[in-house]
T-cell receptor, first 115, second 112 residues
């Protein structure tokens, strides 16, 4: 069964460093998402992406964040200058359509630890 | 602010019993409702979705939706220890764009 994959599974970085989290969405899906979950808190939407453009972003997704689809398979989230509060699980998700009734399938997540 | 509320639990039920998980949402325009299961340290895994008022059954799981009351629930029949996890309610709709709003989740423990 097709699934979303993410690498790395765990990333440790120093505050102020740049990190890139990678995702390979399900192959025939067209819409891609990043969510984060701080330990013990709810899953929060960061950004959605379609046709090489951001279609929606939340207040969390400030200028420190960027997304890119560098090739036909990868979807990346870059955090330019990490802060302690960026420590969280970051989930990539994908869906076939933009419809509000379409299911989003989540990857296994990348645990980001900022020291 | 669109809110999705869940009782955080923990909810404990004996093996074989029915577990009932509840979720309320604030945006009356919400159209789609999803239940995800999340094991500790893992990603959300889709259990089922519901769009229309009433009940929807899938195996041991039944989702119930009441849009007038802005309430959605998940029933798990014949609960198994492997059902022990956190259950996340997610809401989407025309007023939310394509982002899901999640509740904080209800922790379920099924006691053998």
């Amino acid at each position: 069964e097709p699934e979303v994959t993410q690498t790395p599974s765990h990333q440790v970085t120093q505050m102020g460093q740049e990190v890139i989290l990678r995702c390979v969405p399900i192959s025939n899906h067209l819409y891609f998402y990043w969510y984060r979950q701080i330990l013990g808190q709810k899953v929060e939407f960061l950004v959605s992406f379609y046709n090489n453009e951001i279609s929606e972003k939340s207040e969390i997704f400030d200028d420190q964040f960027s997304v890119e689809r560098p090739d036909g398979s990868n979807f990346t989230l870059k955090i330019r200058s990490t802060k302690l509060e960026d420590s969280a699980m970051y989930f990539c998700a994908s869906s076939w359509t933009h419809s509000s009734t379409d299911t989003q399938y989540f990857g296994p997540g990348t645990r980001l630890t900022v020291l | 602010q669109k809110e999705v509320e869940q009782n955080s639990g923990p909810l404990s039920v004996p093996e074989g019993a029915i577990a009932s998980l509840n979720c309320t949402y604030s945006d009356r325009g919400s159209q789609s409702f999803f239940w995800y299961r999340q094991y500790s340290g893992k990603s959300p895994e889709l259990i089922m979705f519901i769009y229309s008022n009433g009940d929807k059954e899938d195996g041991r799981f039944t989702a119930q939706l009441n849009k007038a009351s802005q309430y959605v629930s998940l029933l798990i029949r014949d609960s198994q220890p492997s059902d022990s996890a956190t259950y996340l309610c997610a809401v989407n709709g025309p007023n939310t764009g394509n982002q899901f709003y999640f509740g904080t989740g209800t922790s379920l423990t099924v006691i053998p």
